[in-house]
């Protein structure tokens, strides 16, 4: 069975549209959305509404860390775009991501197995699938007599992405898994050369749930993404393949593997 994995598709419709072509099985690990391109501050949701040159600032920031004065742009920033536009900057910012989510789930082949990034919001999937589009999280399938795990979301960081939540939270999601043949995660196991992003020059979050698991139950794969530019692609961990499937937005390929 040939399977495509992608990950961390950051607004990449017009190649996630061809991401499943000659695929027995397509797997999408989340982070479908384009706030902030570290590498062009002009694109994504952040650009379209704070301009481009507020986004190169607020990148700066988040580089540097210095997350309460990168809150503090956006909040003096927000109240100016209210006034000029006539709407509150949440109604904005979901009328950006809908039409991002309306585009990549237009582009998404049938069928596909999703789970949430870091970056997504759950909440507004539902508008937008397919009839082939199956959303997985903390939970299993069974696909050409192999089961498959998924586990989405990200771990709380100083980032505050949309969809980060408590270790105890999503070591349940695993918990509720239970063991099976290729676990596939948004966020990688806490190993640290799968962790350091070697273009951020930062350690990335990673679950030490997700790697006591795979040690326990020891799935033939584990695919996960988050990590842009791992310092490894992949670890072997006993007998499972840990496996970042790739950063999608800048590779435009899905990761392939033969089950």
């Known amino acids: 069975m040939r399977v495509h994995v992608v990950s961390d598709v950051h607004g990449s419709a017009d190649a996630l549209a061809a991401a499943g ?16 391109d570290y590498a062009d501050h002009t694109q994504g949701i952040f650009a379209e509404l704070y301009g481009a040159e507020h986004a190169r600032e607020y990148i700066d920031l988040r580089t540097a860390r210095r997350f309460d ?24 910012t979901e009328q ?32 937008y699938l397919k009839p082939g589009h199956h959303v997985v999280d903390g939970g299993r399938v069974e696909v050409g007599g192999l089961t498959f795990g998924f586990a989405g979301a990200g771990l709380i960081s100083p980032y505050r992405t949309p969809n980060e939540i408590p270790a105890a939270e999503f070591a349940a999601k695993l918990d509720a898994v239970g063991p099976v043949d290729v676990l596939c995660t948004h966020i990688p196991p806490a190993v640290p050369e799968l962790l350091y992003d070697t273009v951020a020059r930062r350690m990335e979050t990673g679950s030490q749930a997700l790697l006591e698991v795979i040690r326990r139950t020891q799935p033939r794969y584990a695919f996960f993404g988050h990590v842009h530019n791992p310092l490894v ?27």
């Open 96 to 127: 950006a991501i809908r039409r991002q989510y309306a585009a990549l789930f237009g582009a998404l082949a049938e069928p596909a197995y999703l789970t949430y990034g870091n970056v997504d919001v759950p909440r507004m999937w539902n508008g």
């Open 233 to 259: 692609q992949r670890v072997r961990v006993g007998r499972t393949e840990c496996v970042n499937v790739g950063h999608f937005r800048a590779t435009r390929v899905p990761y392939v593997v033969q089950l």
């Open 21 to 36: 072509d000659g695929a027995d099985m397509l797997i999408c690990l989340g982070d479908m959305l384009l706030f902030l």
């Open 69 to 92: 004065e990168a809150r503090q742009l956006t909040t003096g920033i927000a109240a100016r775009l209210t006034a000029d536009r006539g709407a509150d900057l949440r109604t904005l």
